[in-house]
């Protein structure tokens, strides 16, 4: 933290002000990299939430700081599950989910943010509990998703962007509130790169649903 501070004095910034920047460029080329499909994402994606943590908890936003926690987790996680499917199938194939488990994630979605905003606003002195604990229910469904290579992943995160720059916002995290700009045209074009790359896929291919 000690380099942190110098680094960030040395160009008249504060620490977590420096450590917005970081989560911010980290998080952009994360994005990129996850529309091209490519494994290197989780290298990017881990230490961007990592400094996203520190200003999240900073700023009384506890729901999404304590979501980076879980999100170093999943990108590990996925890191491994990417790197798996890439050696069965010699690239990352898009998969997609039924009807029915968009249900059940939706349903599970609402549920876990409409609890979590009760708890936080109950208990803690948090901020925004409601917006900041649908952020964190979607991301979670949304990373895990993205793991999975389920195309749907992308739907949730442009719901995210969408709810996230308006908060961050409020907050005075203007750095965030850029990001998330950006993450929303990315989110779309991921949506779009990753709906082609499932038209270009050999027929034959198998497409295995979500297990919920």
Do not use: C
């Not at 977590?16 to 490519?38: D, K, P």
């Amino acid at each position: 933290m000690e380099t942190v501070r110098s680094i960030a004095a040395s160009v008249g910034l504060t620490p977590m002000q420096m450590l917005e920047y970081l989560a911010f460029a980290l998080g952009v080329v994360n994005v990129a990299l996850i529309v091209r499909r490519s494994i290197w994402n989780y290298a990017f994606g881990i230490g961007s939430v990592t400094a996203a943590l520190f200003v999240l908890f900073s700023g009384k936003l506890y729901s999404e700081a304590g979501l980076q926690v879980f999100f170093i987790v999943v990108n590990v996680y996925g890191w491994a599950k990417w790197t798996a499917a890439r050696h069965e199938a010699g690239r990352i194939v898009v998969l997609l989910m039924t009807p029915g488990q968009r249900i059940v994630w939706s349903g599970g979605i609402a549920a876990s943010g409409l609890a979590l905003g009760w708890a936080m606003d109950e208990f803690t002195n948090a901020a925004a509990p409601y917006p900041d604990a649908l952020i964190a229910s979607t991301s979670i469904a949304a990373q895990i998703l993205l793991a999975q290579r389920r195309l749907e992943n992308w739907v949730l995160w442009i719901l995210v962007d969408l709810v996230a720059v308006p908060l961050y916002l409020s907050r005075g995290f203007e750095p965030l509130a850029a990001l998330y700009v950006i993450f929303f045209g990315l989110s779309v074009a991921g949506l779009i790169a990753w709906r082609r790359a499932m038209k270009e896929d050999p027929p034959e291919l198998e497409r295995p649903a979500v297990p919920v």
